[in-house]
């Protein structure tokens, strides 16, 4: 009677915990959705402002002038002396491997960089300052406002800053490790680059843009850089905590989808064991009452 009495105790714990994972699953799904669009509007945006300052800043080269307008944070330093890497991670767990993924090509960074080249961290999210607090691995600046909503003006500040910070001379480049939102099925770990903005040119010849565009610049080309530029970065930068933020509601999702069914199992696996211990008690207990009547005869 005891062990069917711990199978039963323990089928109403895997039940409260199924309830749970269940619910945990719902609500990653509605804060997926929400966060796909959001994600998917910003890629659109993005992806429009890199190729206009794509062809803007290939229009001015092309115009053959002497000490071209350009813009500080276009320009590739000759030599790289400090790198500034900023890493996205979550608050909460129960997301799968989606901080172990971030971390790990974080970690491939770190190792396989250039010695001679100082590196400074900034960590983003609970866990992931967690992982480098028990790596003992210094970090220049901690985020742990960010949730599943990022909103613009709280990237806006972070940018402000890394921007003067690179105009200044203080940094040579500038790297995020996110997990990189592509579609629903796929999501992956990547190191990007943001600074210098460099490969625009790259990214308008994927998109199928050439910089054939004639502009006439009104007001000056300079302003125009002036204003363009910075928004292009703040806005990449946020597509990247956008696409942090969409990526780890799909992996709870999948993550509460998989400790669901997992938890199925379980309780049909323990509604067996207990059938079984309740069946054996029975025979015992008629055995016995057939024993009793055997010897009262």
Known sequence: MAKARAIVKRLKAVRNIKKITRTMELVATAKFKKAMERALEATAYTRKLAEIVADVSASLGESGEEGAVSHPLLAVRPQVKKRLLLVITSNRGLCGGYNAGVLRVAGQLLRSRDLAVTLDMEVSGKRGINFYKFQRQPLVRTYTQFEDKPTFAQIEEIANRIMDQYIAGEIDQFDVAFMQFQGIARQKPVVETLLPIGNLESE???????????YEFLPSPEEILGEIVPASFKARLFKCFLDAAVS??????????????????????????????????????????????????
């Open 204 to 214: 308008s010849a994927v998109t199928g843009t050439e910089a054939t565009t004639d």
């Open 248 to 297: 780890e509601q799909v992996f709870r999702m999948v993550a509460m989808k998989g400790a669901t069914e997992s938890a199925n199992d379980m309780i049909k696996s323990l509604k067996q064991r207990y059938n079984r211990a309740r069946q054996s008690q029975i025979t015992s207990e008629l055995s016995e009452i057939i024993g009793g009547a055997a010897a009262l005869e």
